[in-house]
Each structure stands twice: as structure tokens, then as C-alpha cells.
């Protein structure tokens, strides 16, 4: 396989940094290189969490290009517009974000008008031929009674709708790997749901 680029991003508190080492580690278990990425000064603040991942036979470098990568997952609708600049749609860049607003600092700080979500949409189509609306964050929390897990749905989503080319049983052993013992069955759980779902 060539290089896969992935761009990961959302606001502190939504796993980003959690979903990202999940999906390292299982293109790890594929058998394939991986080099990542992170900046997570803000995560305590709600800021906004960019995480790049690349993986494939031989990968020199964690940096991904501008119109290089080959999906983005957003857990914030404003945060996945942010990352558009990674995006093209010659390449066939496939963009997926939960609908859950959490209004970034940088937004509730300088006041700015938070954009509605039909809007961030129709301006991802501008990079994106392949642009989903993922309700991750109301369906985990409908299931389980809370939001968190939400970035596990998501994961199981990309997986299971083959936007992440990686086996599902490879992700689990990521999971597996980075969550404590006694999170694995509920997370197991909400990453089987993210992997039936359907849009």
C-alpha cells in the first residue's frame, strides 16, 4: 500500500490525541511504518488538538502537505473547516466530522460568530467531493448516557465504511493497547456501533 495520511483533529477534551495513538498502533499491528505528529499545548484549555498520522511501507516523515491527506476526522464541525487546507479534491481527500459544537477558544475569545453547520458543510465541499456529518457524539451518549467514547464511534465509523484501511480487529488491539483494561468492552461496544453505522 502507498502512504495513508491522516489528519485528526477537534478541541481539548474530545480524545484526539487518544484516537490518534489507537490508530497508530493498529497500522503498527498491520505491519506497516508509522510516523506522527501531535501539538497538544492547548488540550487542557479547550483548544483547538491538530494530530497528523502517516503510515504505509516506509514513511520518512510525520509532516502532511497542504492538499495531501487522504481523510480528516473532525470531532468539532469549526475544527474540521480549520483543516481544510489539507484537503483536495483532485486527490479524493474524504472528510468526516461529528456535528457536536464545542466552541473553540479562539472563536468565544475574539467574539466571532460561530458558523452553522449546514454552512461548514457546503464550504468542505469546496475541498472535498466526499463530505459526512457523523451525529457520533448524540448517538454515544443516546446509548451509553454519556459523550464520552464519542471519537471511538467515530473511529468505527471510518473503519467500518473503509475511509481508514485497516482491519477492524487490528483497531481493537489499538484500543486494547492504549485504554485501561476495565474502558475495553464498553469501548469495544461503542466501536462496533460506529462500525455498523451508516449514512
Same mark, same amino acid.
Request: avoid cysteine.
Given at each position: 500500500?502507498?502512504?495513508?495520511?491522516?489528519?485528526?483533529?477537534? /478541541?481539548?477534551?474530545?480524545? &484526539?490525541?487518544?484516537?490518534?495513538? &489507537?490508530?497508530?498502533?493498529?497500522?503498527?499491528?498491520?505491519?506497516?511504518?508509522?510516523?506522527?505528529?501531535?501539538?497538544?499545548?492547548?488540550?487542557?484549555?479547550?483548544?483547538?488538538?491538530?494530530?497528523?498520522?502517516?503510515?504505509?511501507?516506509? #514513511?520518512?516523515?510525520?509532516?502532511?502537505?497542504?492538499?495531501?491527506?487522504?481523510?480528516?476526522?473532525?470531532?468539532?464541525?469549526?475544527?474540521?473547516?480549520?483543516?481544510?487546507?489539507?484537503?483536495?479534491?483532485?486527490?479524493?481527500?474524504? #472528510?468526516?466530522?461529528?456535528?457536536?459544537?464545542?466552541?473553540?477558544?479562539? /472563536?468565544?475569545?475574539?467574539?466571532?460568530?460561530?458558523?452553522?453547520?449546514?454552512? &461548514?458543510?457546503?464550504?468542505?465541499?469546496?475541498?472535498?467531493?466526499?463530505?459526512? /456529518?457523523?451525529?457520533?457524539?448524540?448517538?454515544?451518549?443516546?446509548?451509553?448516557?454519556?459523550?464520552?467514547?464519542?471519537?471511538?464511534?467515530?473511529?468505527?465509523?471510518? /473503519?467500518?465504511?473503509?475511509?481508514?484501511?485497516?482491519?477492524?480487529?487490528?483497531?481493537?488491539?489499538?484500543?486494547?493497547?492504549?485504554?485501561?483494561?476495565?474502558?475495553?468492552?464498553?469501548?469495544?461496544?461503542?466501536?462496533?456501533?460506529?462500525?455498523?453505522?451508516?449514512?
Amino acid at each position: 500500500m502507498k502512504e495513508f495520511d491522516v489528519v485528526l483533529t477537534g /478541541v481539548g477534551g474530545q480524545g &484526539i490525541l487518544t484516537f490518534g495513538n &489507537i490508530v497508530a498502533h493498529a497500522a503498527l499491528f498491520s505491519g506497516y511504518d508509522v510516523k506522527t505528529t501531535e501539538l497538544h499545548g492547548l488540550a487542557q484549555r479547550g483548544g483547538s488538538i491538530p494530530f497528523q498520522l502517516r503510515f504505509g511501507k516506509k #514513511i520518512n516523515s510525520a509532516l502532511i502537505m497542504q492538499g495531501d491527506a487522504d481523510l480528516i476526522v473532525s470531532m468539532e464541525p469549526l475544527e474540521a473547516l480549520r483543516a481544510a487546507y489539507y484537503s483536495s479534491r483532485e486527490k479524493g481527500t474524504k #472528510i468526516v466530522f461529528d456535528d457536536k459544537i464545542l466552541t473553540p477558544v479562539t /472563536v468565544s475569545v475574539l467574539g466571532q460568530k460561530y458558523p452553522p453547520i449546514k454552512g &461548514i458543510k457546503k464550504a468542505l465541499k469546496q475541498f472535498s467531493k466526499d463530505v459526512r /456529518v457523523v451525529n457520533a457524539s448524540s448517538i454515544v451518549k443516546e446509548k451509553t448516557g454519556s459523550e464520552l467514547g464519542s471519537n471511538i464511534f467515530m473511529l468505527g465509523y471510518v /473503519v467500518g465504511n473503509k475511509l481508514l484501511p485497516l482491519k477492524p480487529k487490528n483497531v481493537l488491539k489499538g484500543i486494547q493497547k492504549i485504554l485501561k483494561p476495565k474502558y475495553f468492552e464498553l469501548n469495544k461496544n461503542i466501536f462496533d456501533m460506529g462500525l455498523k453505522y451508516k449514512i
